[in-house]
């Protein structure tokens, strides 16, 4: 049985082809638009699944949609009844596309596909639910899900077992942590629904100065982690803006001017909205504990991508383990719309493996181009490239970062979700103390004070963090040895916020953030080989069991999907080496002019 899932007409559009219950395929729509969180339908992410899974538009069995329309139809209808006349416009604006095309989703579907086949739609949740289940390595587990908002609920926990999911509980619209979390990410100046991140790699620069005013004013948190929010306080609801004029006055003025300097006020916000956020989510999982005496725990919503809150569950919360959904987003919603038609829709039986690996596949579900595919474009724009022996692609690889260079890493099928896991990644040496910000600032055109992730090889984590347990999705964070951190030298002492940016912390400095934290990627040999004996080479050369790997990307762009995104990009920036498939590209071997011709033809939105 193929079932085609599907996720649109909110954020990250994506689409996935499950197989008897296997996933085959799975991508983001934006990988192939190259519009950042793409939106709309998913033609090309559709194509690609059905591509790499082999079969046609006429070989689907059925198709799944992640979400209900008309529940939320009629969310955003009450919503306006409630706040009118306020969000006039917001609602003016809507409506055109609910009632030209959203209300009608069978039909655009079927046209899109060109075949006349069954068609379900599941809740968002439990989407975000079947998502975080079906393809976790517990046979039973407690489920938590959490994000800004589905159709009416914003945070939902229950129970799976086998092939069936139960919810147990929810939170309700207004209410919800993900948009209080996204309220302060617009009052700090970044991009809703993307800007997020940005937010939690800022807290460590500050202090939680503000948590009792969040405490007090914002939100009333119960011991069972439910809670409400006080919407005088916030303007989403009508969809003008994120907060209002009392959230202003409350914390001092109106918002961060986006690009503006960020000052030691947006960082303290930061970490007061983490401080709060993290409570919150331990005092839930331990509530969903005491409900379902389970021992694990899965997660998914926009929210479980927030890894330092994931990293403290870990630790601090009363289950044995976790595993999150690696595109716990939207997209993922597409994927567990899929499997829950294949295993509670039409019965396909749940397989859990028997030595404890997940069913996501290393989340390397995108497409993967052949040496020809790869030779071809090469040709075609201009590049200049030598071959290598497979044997050689990580020596080669091992050489550049040994010679100081930062290297594009474009090999087998693209990931799904937001992480880069050594799929299409940017790599370089975690021991230069420069690193962090040669990349950020010239490789990939955004803040100085974002941290990059290692990726370490699984059998020698231990050595370098804290946790040295699985994390091969780099959703967790955890913190480096006591025994590899640097006390501040005498000159830094006294510094803070972002003066701290420079300080060396451990003798990986450039995956260190100012906290002595890391966001670890565990690498394995089972699920992407290749990349798995490059950082294995890379040790036998330094003794240093991980390198930084970033997205193969710049500010306001997808990760690249295709070798020709992976060529502007890399011609686009100042990458020094570009690794793809059996082929390694020099920038100092590139033609000035057509380097000079990439330049001048991109233009990056901020994001």
């Known amino acids: 049985m193929n079932i085609l899932g599907i996720s649109a007409w909110y954020h990250d559009a994506a689409a996935c082809l499950v197989r008897d219950g296997t996933i085959v395929a799975a991508a983001q729509e934006e990988r192939f638009t190259r519009k950042k ?30 979400d209900k329309p008309f529940l939320k139809f009629e969310r955003l209808l009450e919503t306006y009844l409630t706040y009118a006349p306020r969000g006039l416009r917001s609602f003016q604006s809507a409506m055109p596309i609910w009632l030209s095309e959203k209300l009608f989703l069978p039909d655009r579907i079927r046209k899109e596909l060109g075949v006349d086949c069954p068609i379900h739609f599941a809740e968002h949740h439990m989407s975000h639910a079947a998502s975080a289940f079906y393809p976790s390595p517990f046979e039973e587990a407690a489920i938590l899900t959490v994000d800004g908002v589905g159709e009416w ?38 991009k809703v629904n993307s ?10 620069y500050g ?83 005491r409900v379902t005496e ?18 403290r569950i870990l630790r601090e919360g009363p289950y044995e383990d976790l595993w999150i959904q690696p595109a716990a987003g939207d997209a993922g919603g597409a994927l567990g719309v899929a499997l829950f038609l294949a295993h509670r829709q039409f019965g396909v039986p749940r397989r859990v493996s028997s030595d404890g690996a997940d069913a996501q596949q290393g989340s390397f579900l995108g497409p993967a181009f052949s040496p020809e595919e790869i030779a071809a474009t090469f040709e075609r724009v201009g590049a200049v490239y030598e071959r290598i022996a497979e044997d050689e692609i990580c020596g080669r690889t091992v050489d550049a970062m040994l010679e100081g260079h930062v290297v594009g890493w474009f090999q087998g099928r693209m990931e799904f979700g937001p992480r880069a896991l050594g799929g299409r990644s940017i790599i370089g040496d975690p021991r230069d103390s420069e690193m ?117 990307n710049v500010r306001g ?22 690794v793809a498939g059996p082929f390694l590209l020099r920038k100092t071997d590139q033609d ?7 330049r001048a033809s991109r233009s990056f939105e901020l994001d």
């Not at 092939?163 to 993900?178: C, K």
């Not at 330094?542 to 193969?552: A, D």
């Not at 890399?570 to 020094?576: I, R, S, Y």
Request: aromatic share 8%.
């Open 592 to 598: 000035s002019a057509v380097i000079e011709r990439v």
């Open 195 to 204: 800007g997020e991140y940005k937010l939690m790699g800022l807290a460590p």
């Open 153 to 190: 609920a914003t945070t939902t926990y229950g129970m799976g077992r086998g092939s069936e999911i139960e919810l147990l509980g929810e939170v309700r619209f207004p209410h919800s942590l993900g948009l209080l979390y996204s309220a302060f990410t617009y009052y700090t100046g970044f």
């Open 207 to 289: 202090e939680p100065v503000y948590a009792d005013l969040i405490r007090e004013h914002l939100i009333d948190v119960k011991e069972d982690g439910s809670f409400k929010m006080d919407m005088r306080y916030f303007d989403y609801p009508s969809g003008l803006r994120m907060t209002s004029e009392r959230f202003h006055a409350l914390f001092g003025g109106p918002p961060r001017e986006p690009e503006s300097p960020v000052t030691q006020k947006e960082m303290d916000l930061a970490r007061s909205v983490q401080v709060v956020l993290e409570d919150i989510l331990l005092a839930m999982c331990r509530h969903v504990h």
């Open 294 to 311: 389970a021992r694990n725990l899965v997660l998914a919503g926009g929210v479980a991508l927030n890894c330092v809150a994931n990293g």
């Open 557 to 578: 762009e997808p990760i690249v999907c295709t070798p020709e995104d992976a060529w502007n990009c890399f011609a686009g920036t100042e990458m020094d080496v570009l």
């Open 436 to 552: 962090q910000s040669r990349m950020n600032l010239k490789i990939k055109y955004r803040e100085s004070f974002r941290p990059f992730a290692p990726s370490v090889l699984a059998e020698h984590a231990g050595e370098v963090f804290e946790d040295g347990g699985a994390s091969p999705y780099m959703l967790l964070v955890t913190h480096v040895r006591e025994e590899r951190r640097q006390a501040l030298a005498d000159g830094d002492k006294g510094k803070k916020g972002i003066e701290l940016l420079k300080t060396r912390r451990s003798d990986v400095p450039a995956i260190t953030h100012v906290d002595h934290s890391a966001r670890v990627q565990t690498v394995h040999a089972e699920t992407n080989p290749l990349y798995h004996r490059m950082v294995r080479r890379w040790r036998e050369r330094t003794g240093c069991p991980l390198v930084i790997n970033t997205s193969f």
């Open 37 to 66: 969180h793409d939106p709309e339908f998913p033609e090309a992410a559709i194509r690609s699944c059905l591509e790499v899974g082999g079969i046609g538009p006429d070989d689907i069995d059925v198709v799944g949609f992640y």
